[in-house]
């Protein structure tokens, strides 16, 4: 696949046509983008402290996380994984940014941190599940045997609309496992996901 723009990239992720005209005439200067992209890099509260120092945040976050996100697509070309999860994985920043224009009127992004974890490779939409890798903060006990702080877990995530039922979440399950072990080469040993229900892998 050739190398596509950031516009492009969101004309391909269909946000909305006012949030692409605004995007089109967006000017980030390459000094800003350098400050901003370190901050990114060391954490979310220190990024967003930093980019809210500057006129229209909002328009600034998203038209960077789209500069952002064609780096993160050209790192998935290099681990040979499949476009389609790249994109489905984007879906966030497509209905954040839905959400955000229906509600204010502006180009921007709702929960920065979030859309910043798929940006980092650090979170992915495998089907109907998104899973990010992690770590757990603080020993677990668990049917008699305890998993102790740094232990290797896949936090899971069930998106808002789905359909779910048991052989649908089986299947993603496994794809999750499957996806880690061929891609990051990583064993997890736990399943955690957000309803604090804790999965043996």
Known sequence: MSKMSPLQLAQKLKLPEEVL??????????????????????????FEIAAREYDHSDLLVLGLYLRWAMDTHFLYA???????IFFDTFRDLTDSCRDFYERTGKAGLNNWEWIGLAIKM???RLDKLEFRPNELME???????????????????FPTGESLDDDIIENNLSWGKEFFDRYYRQEYELFLCHSSFYRSV
């Open 21 to 46: 005209s605004q995007l089109a005439e967006l000017q980030i200067p390459e000094e800003t983008a350098a400050r901003l992209q370190e901050a990114f890099r060391q954490d979310p509260k220190v």
């Open 78 to 84: 290099i681990r040979g994984i499949d476009w389609s």
């Open 122 to 124: 650090q979170l992915f």
């Open 139 to 157: 020993a677990l006990v668990m049917d008699g045997g305890t998993y102790g702080a740094g232990t290797k877990v896949l936090e899971v995530y």
